[in-house]
């Protein structure tokens, strides 16, 4: 039975000073798991996503985990690094 591993996405749009420093904060608490975030433009992926700018475009930075709203604005750091130290719940996306 492999482990299930936690998905950690940024959302953000370029040229956001919020969006950078929130993405270097979270690539610093996700190493400490072994994991990798990963980033998606708003903006570019409004082309196949348009609802995923409405949602969250005027946030940003949003970070996901597992598909859920974790924070936006900033990285709430203790709540992320309690958040990971769990395994992801049965049914929770990835």
Sequence with gaps: MS???HSVVLLTRAGCGLCAAAL???ATVCADFGLTPDAVDVDAAAATD???RAEYGDRLPVV???GREH???DVDEPRLRRDLSQPPRA???R
């Design 71 to 73: 924070s936006y604005f």
């Design 3 to 5: 482990v299930r591993a």
């Design 91 to 93: 049914g929770e996306p």
């Design 24 to 26: 270097t904060e979270l």
């Design 64 to 66: 996901l985990l597992n």
């Design 50 to 52: 348009p609802s995923l």
